[in-house]
Protein backbone atom coordinates (compact mmCIF):
# COMPACT_ATOMS: atom_id res chain seq x y z
CA UNK A 1 0.00 0.00 0.00
CA UNK A 2 2.32 2.92 -1.13
CA UNK A 3 1.12 6.68 -0.25
CA UNK A 4 -2.50 6.22 0.55
CA UNK A 5 -3.20 9.65 -0.42
CA UNK A 6 -0.97 11.03 -3.25
CA UNK A 7 -1.73 14.87 -4.58
CA UNK A 8 -0.15 16.11 -7.76
CA UNK A 9 -0.02 19.55 -7.23
CA UNK A 10 0.85 22.08 -9.70
CA UNK A 11 1.83 25.74 -9.24
CA UNK A 12 -0.89 27.08 -12.45
CA UNK A 13 -4.33 27.37 -11.69
CA UNK A 14 -4.83 26.20 -15.07
CA UNK A 15 -3.79 22.60 -13.49
CA UNK A 16 -5.64 20.97 -10.69
CA UNK A 17 -3.83 18.32 -7.92
CA UNK A 18 -4.61 14.95 -9.14
CA UNK A 19 -5.95 13.41 -6.23
CA UNK A 20 -4.15 9.40 -6.67
CA UNK A 21 -5.66 6.31 -6.58
CA UNK A 22 -5.93 5.27 -3.04
CA UNK A 23 -6.69 2.53 -0.36
CA UNK A 24 -8.23 3.32 2.64
CA UNK A 25 -9.27 1.81 6.38
CA UNK A 26 -12.39 0.52 8.09
CA UNK A 27 -15.06 1.01 6.77
CA UNK A 28 -16.69 2.13 3.09
CA UNK A 29 -16.73 5.72 3.57
CA UNK A 30 -20.28 6.98 2.56
CA UNK A 31 -21.43 10.88 1.60
CA UNK A 32 -23.79 12.98 2.95
CA UNK A 33 -24.38 15.43 0.15
CA UNK A 34 -28.42 15.61 -0.41
CA UNK A 35 -29.16 14.86 -4.27
CA UNK A 36 -30.41 18.33 -6.06
CA UNK A 37 -33.57 18.98 -8.16
CA UNK A 38 -31.15 18.64 -10.84
CA UNK A 39 -30.62 15.46 -10.69
CA UNK A 40 -26.78 15.40 -10.08
CA UNK A 41 -24.38 12.28 -8.60
CA UNK A 42 -23.91 13.01 -5.20
CA UNK A 43 -20.50 11.40 -3.27
CA UNK A 44 -22.89 8.87 -1.76
CA UNK A 45 -24.75 8.12 -4.60
CA UNK A 46 -21.71 7.61 -6.78
CA UNK A 47 -20.18 5.46 -3.71
CA UNK A 48 -22.89 3.29 -4.25
CA UNK A 49 -22.92 2.92 -7.39
CA UNK A 50 -18.91 1.78 -7.54
CA UNK A 51 -19.59 -0.66 -4.79
CA UNK A 52 -22.30 -2.58 -7.17
CA UNK A 53 -21.12 -2.58 -10.15
CA UNK A 54 -16.71 -2.28 -10.00
CA UNK A 55 -15.12 -5.43 -11.48
CA UNK A 56 -12.32 -5.48 -9.09
CA UNK A 57 -14.72 -5.88 -5.96
CA UNK A 58 -16.74 -8.56 -7.87
CA UNK A 59 -13.33 -10.15 -8.44
CA UNK A 60 -12.67 -10.20 -4.67
CA UNK A 61 -15.30 -11.47 -3.72
CA UNK A 62 -15.37 -14.44 -6.04
CA UNK A 63 -11.78 -15.52 -4.69
CA UNK A 64 -13.55 -15.19 -1.56
CA UNK A 65 -16.42 -17.39 -2.49
CA UNK A 66 -13.17 -20.16 -3.39
CA UNK A 67 -12.10 -20.06 0.34
CA UNK A 68 -15.36 -20.74 1.34
CA UNK A 69 -15.98 -23.56 -1.03
CA UNK A 70 -11.95 -24.89 0.55
CA UNK A 71 -13.56 -24.32 3.32
CA UNK A 72 -16.57 -26.59 2.61
CA UNK A 73 -14.90 -29.49 1.13
CA UNK A 74 -12.21 -29.76 4.40
CA UNK A 75 -15.13 -30.37 6.67
CA UNK A 76 -16.87 -32.81 3.88
CA UNK A 77 -13.07 -34.69 4.10
CA UNK A 78 -14.34 -35.45 7.78
CA UNK A 79 -17.35 -37.84 6.57
CA UNK A 80 -16.87 -41.28 4.81
CA UNK A 81 -17.02 -41.96 1.21
CA UNK A 82 -18.84 -44.40 -0.18
CA UNK A 83 -18.50 -45.85 -3.87
CA UNK A 84 -20.64 -47.80 -6.00
CA UNK A 85 -19.09 -49.88 -8.97
CA UNK A 86 -19.80 -51.93 -11.59
CA UNK A 87 -18.44 -53.73 -14.27
CA UNK A 88 -19.24 -56.16 -17.72
CA UNK A 89 -15.89 -58.07 -19.22
CA UNK A 90 -15.33 -60.47 -22.04
CA UNK A 91 -13.33 -63.03 -21.56
CA UNK A 92 -12.09 -65.00 -24.85
CA UNK A 93 -9.97 -68.24 -25.08
CA UNK A 94 -8.25 -70.07 -22.82
CA UNK A 95 -8.90 -67.63 -18.93
CA UNK A 96 -10.18 -68.03 -15.69
CA UNK A 97 -13.52 -67.73 -14.40
CA UNK A 98 -13.70 -64.48 -11.82
CA UNK A 99 -15.97 -66.64 -9.44
CA UNK A 100 -15.10 -69.93 -9.60
CA UNK A 101 -10.99 -69.61 -10.57
CA UNK A 102 -11.20 -72.28 -12.88
CA UNK A 103 -9.34 -72.48 -15.99
CA UNK A 104 -12.06 -73.14 -18.80
CA UNK A 105 -12.02 -72.23 -22.86
CA UNK A 106 -14.59 -70.49 -23.84
CA UNK A 107 -16.22 -66.98 -24.01
CA UNK A 108 -16.70 -65.75 -20.73
CA UNK A 109 -19.65 -63.16 -20.03
CA UNK A 110 -18.66 -61.50 -15.99
CA UNK A 111 -19.94 -58.90 -13.99
CA UNK A 112 -18.79 -57.52 -10.96
CA UNK A 113 -21.22 -55.08 -8.04
CA UNK A 114 -19.91 -53.69 -5.29
CA UNK A 115 -20.21 -50.92 -2.88
CA UNK A 116 -17.49 -49.76 -0.58
CA UNK A 117 -16.86 -46.87 2.31
CA UNK A 118 -14.27 -45.97 4.01
CA UNK A 119 -13.76 -43.64 6.80
CA UNK A 120 -10.51 -41.81 8.05
CA UNK A 121 -9.89 -42.78 11.96
CA UNK A 122 -6.77 -40.66 12.51
CA UNK A 123 -4.32 -38.92 10.55
CA UNK A 124 -2.30 -37.21 12.43
CA UNK A 125 -5.15 -34.43 13.09
CA UNK A 126 -4.23 -33.04 9.37
CA UNK A 127 -8.22 -33.21 8.55
CA UNK A 128 -9.25 -30.73 11.29
CA UNK A 129 -6.65 -28.55 11.13
CA UNK A 130 -7.01 -28.16 7.48
CA UNK A 131 -10.29 -27.23 8.42
CA UNK A 132 -9.35 -24.15 11.02
CA UNK A 133 -6.73 -23.13 8.32
CA UNK A 134 -9.65 -22.73 6.20
CA UNK A 135 -11.85 -21.07 8.69
CA UNK A 136 -9.07 -18.70 8.66
CA UNK A 137 -8.42 -17.99 5.14
CA UNK A 138 -12.26 -17.42 5.15
CA UNK A 139 -12.42 -14.76 6.94
CA UNK A 140 -9.16 -13.11 5.69
CA UNK A 141 -10.93 -13.25 2.19
CA UNK A 142 -13.80 -11.55 3.62
CA UNK A 143 -11.73 -9.07 4.65
CA UNK A 144 -9.96 -8.41 1.56
CA UNK A 145 -13.47 -7.56 -0.16
CA UNK A 146 -14.06 -5.13 2.84
CA UNK A 147 -10.62 -3.78 1.91
CA UNK A 148 -11.38 -3.87 -1.85
CA UNK A 149 -14.65 -1.98 -1.07
CA UNK A 150 -12.67 0.83 1.17
CA UNK A 151 -9.99 1.10 -1.48
CA UNK A 152 -12.63 1.80 -4.27
CA UNK A 153 -14.62 4.14 -2.03
CA UNK A 154 -12.01 6.43 -1.09
CA UNK A 155 -10.52 6.54 -5.26
CA UNK A 156 -14.24 7.60 -5.65
CA UNK A 157 -14.23 10.11 -2.75
CA UNK A 158 -10.59 11.00 -4.54
CA UNK A 159 -12.09 11.48 -8.17
CA UNK A 160 -15.35 13.67 -6.71
CA UNK A 161 -12.74 16.00 -5.17
CA UNK A 162 -10.41 16.33 -8.21
CA UNK A 163 -13.98 16.69 -10.58
CA UNK A 164 -15.07 19.45 -7.59
CA UNK A 165 -11.88 21.60 -7.79
CA UNK A 166 -11.63 20.92 -11.32
CA UNK A 167 -15.21 22.65 -11.69
CA UNK A 168 -14.48 25.38 -9.40
CA UNK A 169 -10.85 26.10 -11.86
CA UNK A 170 -13.52 26.39 -14.52
CA UNK A 171 -15.58 29.11 -12.82
CA UNK A 172 -12.59 30.96 -11.58
CA UNK A 173 -11.08 31.36 -15.35
CA UNK A 174 -14.43 32.22 -16.97
CA UNK A 175 -14.81 35.28 -13.76
CA UNK A 176 -11.59 35.86 -14.90
CA UNK A 177 -11.89 36.09 -18.44
CA UNK A 178 -14.92 38.49 -18.11
CA UNK A 179 -12.92 40.83 -16.08
CA UNK A 180 -10.30 40.59 -18.86
CA UNK A 181 -13.28 41.49 -21.70
CA UNK A 182 -14.52 44.54 -19.41
CA UNK A 183 -10.49 45.75 -18.73
CA UNK A 184 -10.25 45.52 -22.54
CA UNK A 185 -13.82 47.71 -23.26
CA UNK A 186 -12.17 50.29 -20.32
CA UNK A 187 -8.45 50.28 -22.84
CA UNK A 188 -10.33 50.90 -26.03
CA UNK A 189 -12.67 53.61 -24.57
CA UNK A 190 -10.04 55.42 -22.74
CA UNK A 191 -8.15 55.01 -26.19
CA UNK A 192 -10.54 56.52 -27.89
CA UNK A 193 -10.48 59.62 -25.63
CA UNK A 194 -6.80 59.79 -25.73
CA UNK A 195 -5.95 58.83 -21.88
CA UNK A 196 -3.80 55.82 -22.54
CA UNK A 197 -1.32 54.39 -25.71
CA UNK A 198 -2.16 51.96 -28.07
CA UNK A 199 -0.11 49.58 -26.12
CA UNK A 200 -2.42 49.32 -23.40
CA UNK A 201 -5.38 47.99 -25.49
CA UNK A 202 -2.69 45.52 -27.12
CA UNK A 203 -1.38 44.80 -23.70
CA UNK A 204 -4.89 44.13 -22.03
CA UNK A 205 -6.15 42.43 -25.26
CA UNK A 206 -3.02 39.80 -24.89
CA UNK A 207 -4.34 39.47 -21.65
CA UNK A 208 -7.88 38.27 -22.49
CA UNK A 209 -6.61 36.23 -24.94
CA UNK A 210 -3.98 34.31 -22.36
CA UNK A 211 -7.33 34.35 -19.84
CA UNK A 212 -9.50 32.90 -22.79
CA UNK A 213 -6.93 29.78 -23.01
CA UNK A 214 -6.70 29.26 -19.62
CA UNK A 215 -10.78 28.65 -19.60
CA UNK A 216 -9.87 26.32 -22.37
CA UNK A 217 -7.16 24.49 -20.47
CA UNK A 218 -9.04 24.31 -17.24
CA UNK A 219 -12.65 23.12 -19.07
CA UNK A 220 -10.07 20.51 -20.60
CA UNK A 221 -8.69 19.20 -17.05
CA UNK A 222 -12.81 19.22 -16.27
CA UNK A 223 -13.54 16.51 -18.86
CA UNK A 224 -10.87 14.43 -18.17
CA UNK A 225 -11.33 14.15 -14.34
CA UNK A 226 -15.35 14.16 -15.54
CA UNK A 227 -13.98 11.03 -17.90
CA UNK A 228 -11.89 9.25 -14.45
CA UNK A 229 -14.38 9.50 -12.31
CA UNK A 230 -17.16 7.93 -15.01
CA UNK A 231 -14.57 5.62 -16.19
CA UNK A 232 -14.47 4.42 -12.03
CA UNK A 233 -18.18 3.86 -11.83
CA UNK A 234 -17.99 1.57 -14.93
CA UNK A 235 -20.84 3.98 -16.70
CA UNK A 236 -21.32 3.85 -20.12
CA UNK A 237 -24.02 4.61 -22.78
CA UNK A 238 -26.90 7.72 -22.01
CA UNK A 239 -25.62 7.88 -17.85
CA UNK A 240 -22.01 8.30 -19.10
CA UNK A 241 -23.19 11.48 -21.41
CA UNK A 242 -25.79 12.40 -19.06
CA UNK A 243 -23.02 12.50 -16.00
CA UNK A 244 -23.16 16.16 -13.80
CA UNK A 245 -22.42 15.98 -10.00
CA UNK A 246 -23.34 18.33 -7.27
CA UNK A 247 -20.65 20.67 -6.58
CA UNK A 248 -21.17 21.22 -2.75
CA UNK A 249 -20.24 24.39 -0.79
CA UNK A 250 -17.14 23.20 1.25
CA UNK A 251 -15.71 25.23 4.01
CA UNK A 252 -12.35 26.83 4.02
CA UNK A 253 -9.36 25.07 5.63
CA UNK A 254 -9.07 28.28 8.21
CA UNK A 255 -12.52 27.99 9.34
CA UNK A 256 -11.52 25.64 12.47
CA UNK A 257 -8.77 25.05 14.25
CA UNK A 258 -5.10 24.20 13.57
CA UNK A 259 -5.35 20.67 13.18
CA UNK A 260 -4.40 18.39 15.62
CA UNK A 261 -4.19 14.98 16.39
CA UNK A 262 -2.95 12.43 18.27
CA UNK A 263 -1.09 10.02 15.95
CA UNK A 264 -0.70 7.02 18.36
CA UNK A 265 -4.07 6.74 19.10
CA UNK A 266 -5.33 7.13 15.46
CA UNK A 267 -3.14 4.13 14.59
CA UNK A 268 -4.55 2.59 17.28
CA UNK A 269 -8.05 3.38 16.20
CA UNK A 270 -7.24 2.41 12.44
CA UNK A 271 -5.54 -1.04 13.09
CA UNK A 272 -8.22 -2.35 14.97
CA UNK A 273 -10.46 -1.33 12.43
CA UNK A 274 -8.97 -1.88 9.30
CA UNK A 275 -9.27 -4.93 7.47
CA UNK A 276 -6.29 -5.53 5.25
CA UNK A 277 -4.70 -5.90 8.94
CA UNK A 278 -7.04 -8.03 10.16
CA UNK A 279 -6.49 -10.21 6.76
CA UNK A 280 -3.06 -10.24 8.04
CA UNK A 281 -2.78 -11.45 11.66
CA UNK A 282 -5.75 -13.93 10.16
CA UNK A 283 -3.20 -15.40 7.35
CA UNK A 284 -0.09 -15.14 10.31
CA UNK A 285 -2.52 -18.28 12.31
CA UNK A 286 -3.74 -20.00 9.03
CA UNK A 287 -0.04 -20.04 8.47
CA UNK A 288 0.22 -21.31 11.98
CA UNK A 289 -2.20 -24.42 11.07
CA UNK A 290 -0.36 -25.01 7.78
CA UNK A 291 2.62 -25.84 9.71
CA UNK A 292 0.44 -28.48 11.61
CA UNK A 293 -0.59 -29.89 9.29
CA UNK A 294 2.70 -30.72 7.56
CA UNK A 295 3.64 -31.87 10.83
CA UNK A 296 1.00 -34.01 10.72
CA UNK A 297 2.56 -36.48 7.86
CA UNK A 298 4.86 -37.55 10.53
CA UNK A 299 2.31 -39.33 12.25
CA UNK A 300 0.54 -42.94 11.05
CA UNK A 301 -2.63 -42.77 9.16
CA UNK A 302 -5.38 -45.49 9.94
CA UNK A 303 -8.73 -46.06 7.98
CA UNK A 304 -11.42 -48.18 8.76
CA UNK A 305 -13.16 -49.61 5.33
CA UNK A 306 -16.14 -51.37 4.79
CA UNK A 307 -17.74 -53.02 1.18
CA UNK A 308 -20.14 -55.43 -0.09
CA UNK A 309 -19.82 -57.06 -3.17
CA UNK A 310 -21.28 -60.02 -5.72
CA UNK A 311 -20.61 -60.98 -9.57
CA UNK A 312 -21.67 -63.21 -12.32
CA UNK A 313 -20.31 -65.35 -14.30
CA UNK A 314 -21.50 -66.91 -17.76
CA UNK A 315 -19.40 -70.08 -17.42
CA UNK A 316 -20.79 -71.03 -14.32
CA UNK A 317 -23.48 -74.25 -14.14
CA UNK A 318 -26.04 -75.46 -12.15
CA UNK A 319 -27.27 -79.28 -11.81
CA UNK A 320 -31.09 -79.06 -12.24
CA UNK A 321 -32.92 -82.34 -11.53
CA UNK A 322 -34.99 -83.62 -14.07
CA UNK A 323 -37.29 -85.56 -11.32
CA UNK A 324 -36.21 -88.95 -13.34
CA UNK A 325 -34.19 -91.60 -11.28
CA UNK A 326 -31.69 -94.37 -12.57
CA UNK A 327 -30.90 -97.47 -10.23
CA UNK A 328 -27.74 -99.33 -10.50
CA UNK A 329 -27.83 -103.10 -8.78
CA UNK A 330 -25.19 -105.07 -7.10
CA UNK A 331 -24.92 -108.56 -5.25
CA UNK A 332 -25.53 -108.82 -1.85
CA UNK A 333 -22.56 -110.90 0.42
CA UNK A 334 -23.54 -112.28 3.41
CA UNK A 335 -20.48 -112.97 5.88
CA UNK A 336 -20.47 -115.59 8.15
CA UNK A 337 -18.57 -114.75 11.78
CA UNK A 338 -18.51 -118.63 12.30
CA UNK A 339 -16.04 -118.75 9.72
CA UNK A 340 -13.90 -115.98 9.19
CA UNK A 341 -12.03 -117.42 7.10
CA UNK A 342 -14.17 -118.46 4.25
CA UNK A 343 -15.36 -115.83 1.84
CA UNK A 344 -18.35 -113.79 1.72
CA UNK A 345 -21.14 -116.16 -0.29
CA UNK A 346 -23.29 -114.05 -2.33
CA UNK A 347 -27.18 -113.80 -2.03
CA UNK A 348 -29.41 -115.44 -4.66
CA UNK A 349 -30.83 -111.23 -4.83
CA UNK A 350 -29.53 -107.82 -5.46
CA UNK A 351 -29.72 -104.76 -3.92
CA UNK A 352 -31.05 -101.53 -5.93
CA UNK A 353 -29.50 -97.58 -5.76
CA UNK A 354 -31.41 -94.63 -6.87
CA UNK A 355 -29.36 -92.29 -8.61
CA UNK A 356 -31.62 -89.14 -9.86
CA UNK A 357 -30.80 -87.54 -13.37
CA UNK A 358 -29.81 -83.86 -13.63
CA UNK A 359 -29.22 -81.35 -16.19
CA UNK A 360 -26.52 -79.29 -16.62
CA UNK A 361 -27.88 -75.64 -17.47
CA UNK A 362 -25.95 -72.06 -16.80
CA UNK A 363 -27.02 -70.56 -12.90
CA UNK A 364 -29.60 -67.62 -13.12
CA UNK A 365 -28.18 -64.18 -13.34
CA UNK A 366 -30.33 -63.02 -9.95
CA UNK A 367 -29.44 -66.73 -8.20
CA UNK A 368 -25.52 -65.45 -8.38
CA UNK A 369 -26.13 -62.28 -7.69
CA UNK A 370 -27.90 -63.47 -4.72
CA UNK A 371 -25.46 -66.58 -3.79
CA UNK A 372 -22.26 -64.55 -4.83
CA UNK A 373 -23.08 -61.83 -1.95
CA UNK A 374 -20.35 -60.71 0.58
CA UNK A 375 -18.86 -58.72 2.37
CA UNK A 376 -15.72 -57.22 3.71
CA UNK A 377 -14.58 -54.89 6.68
CA UNK A 378 -10.97 -53.62 6.88
CA UNK A 379 -8.62 -51.62 9.00
CA UNK A 380 -6.06 -50.34 7.56
CA UNK A 381 -2.75 -48.55 9.26
CA UNK A 382 -0.15 -46.63 7.16
CA UNK A 383 3.03 -45.98 8.88
CA UNK A 384 5.52 -43.32 7.16
CA UNK A 385 9.12 -44.23 7.27
CA UNK A 386 10.86 -42.74 4.34
CA UNK A 387 9.30 -40.58 1.55
CA UNK A 388 11.43 -38.91 0.21
CA UNK A 389 11.95 -36.12 2.81
CA UNK A 390 8.93 -34.94 1.47
CA UNK A 391 6.95 -34.21 4.64
CA UNK A 392 10.26 -32.62 6.22
CA UNK A 393 10.52 -30.60 3.45
CA UNK A 394 6.71 -29.45 3.62
CA UNK A 395 6.82 -28.68 7.39
CA UNK A 396 10.07 -26.71 6.29
CA UNK A 397 7.87 -24.87 3.96
CA UNK A 398 5.23 -24.47 6.27
CA UNK A 399 7.31 -23.03 9.01
CA UNK A 400 8.92 -20.50 6.46
CA UNK A 401 5.14 -19.75 5.05
CA UNK A 402 4.68 -18.38 8.97
CA UNK A 403 7.95 -16.43 8.98
CA UNK A 404 6.43 -14.63 5.58
CA UNK A 405 2.93 -14.04 6.90
CA UNK A 406 4.07 -12.18 10.05
CA UNK A 407 6.52 -10.42 7.92
CA UNK A 408 3.75 -9.07 5.48
CA UNK A 409 1.49 -8.45 8.64
CA UNK A 410 4.44 -6.38 10.27
CA UNK A 411 4.93 -4.69 6.67
CA UNK A 412 1.18 -3.70 6.55
CA UNK A 413 1.11 -1.97 10.25
CA UNK A 414 4.03 -0.31 9.32
CA UNK A 415 2.39 0.89 6.35
CA UNK A 416 -0.38 2.20 7.87
CA UNK A 417 1.81 3.89 10.56
CA UNK A 418 3.74 5.60 7.98
CA UNK A 419 0.85 6.55 6.06
CA UNK A 420 -1.05 8.34 8.90
CA UNK A 421 2.24 10.61 9.66
CA UNK A 422 2.07 11.40 6.21
CA UNK A 423 -1.54 12.43 5.87
CA UNK A 424 -1.34 14.47 9.40
CA UNK A 425 2.13 16.40 8.24
CA UNK A 426 0.79 17.07 4.82
CA UNK A 427 -2.90 18.25 5.75
CA UNK A 428 -1.07 20.39 8.43
CA UNK A 429 1.16 21.60 5.43
CA UNK A 430 -1.62 22.25 2.92
CA UNK A 431 -3.93 24.27 6.10
CA UNK A 432 -0.92 26.42 6.97
CA UNK A 433 -0.29 26.72 2.93
CA UNK A 434 -4.05 27.94 2.76
CA UNK A 435 -3.93 30.33 5.97
CA UNK A 436 -0.30 31.89 4.16
CA UNK A 437 -1.77 31.92 0.39
CA UNK A 438 -5.26 33.38 1.75
CA UNK A 439 -2.82 36.30 2.98
CA UNK A 440 -1.36 36.42 0.13
CA UNK A 441 -4.38 36.84 -1.84
CA UNK A 442 -6.16 39.42 0.50
CA UNK A 443 -2.60 41.66 -0.31
CA UNK A 444 -2.38 41.17 -3.95
CA UNK A 445 -6.23 41.75 -4.51
CA UNK A 446 -5.40 45.68 -2.81
CA UNK A 447 -2.35 45.71 -5.09
CA UNK A 448 -4.07 44.30 -8.23
CA UNK A 449 -7.18 47.41 -7.50
CA UNK A 450 -4.45 49.97 -6.95
CA UNK A 451 -2.71 48.39 -10.62
CA UNK A 452 -6.18 48.70 -12.35
CA UNK A 453 -6.75 52.38 -10.64
CA UNK A 454 -3.73 53.58 -12.11
CA UNK A 455 -3.95 51.50 -15.36
CA UNK A 456 -7.49 53.08 -16.28
CA UNK A 457 -5.97 56.66 -15.59
CA UNK A 458 -2.63 55.69 -17.93
CA UNK A 459 -0.50 56.09 -14.86
CA UNK A 460 0.79 51.99 -15.45
CA UNK A 461 1.37 50.27 -18.64
CA UNK A 462 0.06 46.81 -19.91
CA UNK A 463 2.93 45.02 -19.27
CA UNK A 464 3.10 45.66 -15.01
CA UNK A 465 -0.80 45.71 -14.69
CA UNK A 466 -0.96 41.91 -16.27
CA UNK A 467 2.10 41.15 -13.94
CA UNK A 468 0.16 42.28 -11.31
CA UNK A 469 -3.01 40.65 -12.35
CA UNK A 470 -0.70 37.09 -12.80
CA UNK A 471 0.51 37.29 -9.96
CA UNK A 472 -2.74 37.37 -7.88
CA UNK A 473 -4.02 34.01 -10.31
CA UNK A 474 -0.85 32.01 -8.81
CA UNK A 475 -1.71 32.87 -5.33
CA UNK A 476 -5.68 32.18 -5.67
CA UNK A 477 -4.15 28.85 -7.94
CA UNK A 478 -1.86 27.90 -4.39
CA UNK A 479 -5.10 28.73 -2.54
CA UNK A 480 -7.66 26.65 -3.92
CA UNK A 481 -4.71 24.03 -4.53
CA UNK A 482 -4.19 24.04 -0.56
CA UNK A 483 -7.82 24.04 0.36
CA UNK A 484 -8.52 20.81 -1.78
CA UNK A 485 -5.27 19.35 -0.27
CA UNK A 486 -6.49 19.97 2.79
CA UNK A 487 -9.84 18.83 2.59
CA UNK A 488 -8.62 15.06 1.39
CA UNK A 489 -6.11 14.62 3.56
CA UNK A 490 -8.36 15.96 6.83
CA UNK A 491 -11.33 12.81 5.23
CA UNK A 492 -8.61 10.53 4.98
CA UNK A 493 -7.32 11.05 8.62
CA UNK A 494 -11.17 10.82 9.00
CA UNK A 495 -11.59 7.56 7.79
CA UNK A 496 -8.40 6.01 10.23
CA UNK A 497 -10.66 7.00 13.07
CA UNK A 498 -13.45 5.26 11.57
CA UNK A 499 -15.17 7.78 10.33
CA UNK A 500 -17.37 8.56 7.51
CA UNK A 501 -16.27 10.63 4.46
CA UNK A 502 -18.52 13.14 4.10
CA UNK A 503 -18.87 16.39 2.36
Not at 17 to 22: C, G, I, R
Not at 148 to 175: C, G, K, M, T
Not at 485 to 492: A, D, G, L, N, Q
Amino acid sequence: MKHLYRLLLGTSLLTPPALAQTTSPTQPPAGTLPATAGGGWTLQRAIDYALQNNLNVRLTQFSADVNEANLRQSRAALLPNANVNGSQSWNFGTSTDPLTNEFITQTIRSNNFSVSSQVTLFSGFQLRNTIKQNVLNVEAGRNDVDKARNDLALNVASQYLQLVLAEELVRANQLRVNSAEQQVERARKLLRAGSVAESNLLDAQAQQASDQTNVITAENQRDIARLQLIQLLNLSGAEATAFQIDVPALPDPDDEAELSLDLNETYQTAESLLPEVKAADQRVRASSFGVDVARGAYYPRLTFGAGLFTGYSSARSSFIPTGEVDFSYAPVFIYNPATPTTPPVPTQYVTGVAQPRFDVKPTAFSNQIKDNFGKQLQFNLSVPILNGLQARTNLQRAQIGVQQAQARADQTRLTLRQNIQQAYADARAAQRRYVAAKRQVDALTTAYRNAEIRFNNGLLNGTEFNISKNNLTAAESSMIQAKYEFIFRRKVLDFYQGRPISL
